[in-house]
């Protein structure tokens, strides 16, 4: 099936009741059973629901895996997958990633015994290098928020399978359009289902894909257990974003292309992260692994100084200040203080991220509104 029918029609069928098109909002916290333990197979909400269930079908099948599973947000569902982990164990994780999976590692489980290393995994190597007996998890980003770094997710997955190590891939800055990491070998994906899924600002969900089976028992076990579930109004949101998820991206991609080259021409544009120029150091993997480099990226300015940034991230009209990402909406973002402030700066700047550094969710709006917007923000 092509992608553009797969997203119109995954984890949707007429309800049977009605013939209702869309999938019913089923807003009930229980379900009456015909005699103890015998039920219609829902019993509570907190463990299913039938809205939820049909996006979690969704999910699977929008990213070629067997089982999906639906969390409240994006961290939940990295919440869920370090809890499959022991005190003691070690996990390997990108150096560059988003700030709240970097302030949950360090913050939330590192008290609990889990260890943490951190490496560069655009070199396989360095992955390699850092696996112990004790390691059980390698988690990456690809391509990184929000440095745009891209890691060969075909040769992690053959590490992490000769270690005997899980390998989850946060898919969110790619979404399944562009990228299908179960199709490289991964264990799991992960995704903010908030940012492109959902597609328009207005729901907050994460999500889990995998093929094994025994592994998701265990994931779904700490799903119903822990209980950070999405309500079914988010899960009907989301279905509906899915439903768009291919004309959007092929916007966003166009759009994120033309905004790039006019920043990389910009006299007083400094760097320019995208991972769709021929000179980036990930382009040969991101050509092979992607169908296209999507609509995020960053930049410095020449004049590399923070007020400068802060006056071009208050003064634009059609972009947006503010967190987040993947919407119709462009939005404009300071990481320093933004999205990656939970990281401490010296292990920012260490990894490139500059107080400086400027990031951009590009939109579906009409690209020469968004370039005359950032001319007039740069000046």
């Excluded at 390699?128 to 998890?137: F, V, W």
């Excluded at 059609?318 to 320093?336: Q, R, T, Y």
Aim: charged letters at 20%; hydrophobic letters at 40%; a neutral charge.
């Amino acid at each position: 099936m092509k992608l553009a029918t797969k997203y119109i029609h995954a984890g949707t069928e007429p309800d049977p009741s009605t013939g209702a098109i869309m999938t019913p909002i089923f807003q009930t916290s229980t379900y009456v059973q015909e005699a103890p333990g015998v039920n219609k197979g829902y019993e509570y909400a907190r463990s299913q629901n039938p809205t939820r269930k049909a996006l979690e079908d969704a999910y699977a099948q929008i990213e070629n895996g067997k089982f999906g599973l639906a969390f409240g947000s994006g961290v939940a569902a990295t919440d869920a997958v370090i809890k499959l982990l022991q005190p003691g164990d070690e996990v390997i994780a990108a150096n560059d990633m988003y700030g709240g999976t970097y302030r949950l590692f360090t913050k939330v489980f590192a008290k609990f015994g889990i260890r943490f290393t951190y490496v560069d995994t655009t070199d396989a190597a360095n992955v390699s290098k850092a696996i112990t007996a004790q390691t059980k998890l390698i988690w990456i980003e690809t391509p990184t928020n929000p440095l745009m770094n891209i890691t060969d997710i075909a040769a992690i997955a053959a590490i992490a399978k000769k270690a005997g190590v899980l390998l989850c891939v946060d898919n969110t800055f790619a979404s399944p359009y562009l990228q299908n990491p179960l199709d490289l070998g991964a264990d799991i994906v992960m995704h903010s289902a908030t940012k492109y899924l959902g597609g328009h600002s207005d729901v907050i969900q994460g999500c889990l894909i995998m093929n094994d089976e025994s592994l998701r028992e265990q994931l779904y076990f700490i799903q119903k257990s822990c209980g950070a579930v999405p309500g079914p109004m988010d899960c009907f949101l989301v279905l509906r974003g899915i439903k768009t998820l291919h004309v959007r991206m092929q916007r966003h991609c166009e759009n994120g292309e033309k905004i790039a080259r006019f920043l990389r021409n910009h006299p007083k544009v400094g760097k320019v992260y995208w991972c769709g120029f021929e000179d980036h150091p990930g382009y040969t993997v991101a050509s092979k692994q992607m169908r296209g480099f999507g609509g995020m990226m960053s930049f410095t300015l020449k004049d590399d100084s923070v007020e400068t940034a802060r006056k071009v991230l208050s003064s634009t009209k059609v972009f947006a200040l503010a967190e987040s990402l993947g919407g119709v909406e462009s939005l404009i973002n300071h990481p320093a203080s933004m999205t990656h402030a939970s990281i401490p700066r010296e292990e920012r700047i260490k990894n490139g991220l500059t107080d400086s550094l400027i990031r951009l969710s590009v939109g579906i709006e009409d690209a020469d509104d968004l370039i005359e917007d950032l001319q007039q923000a740069i000046g």
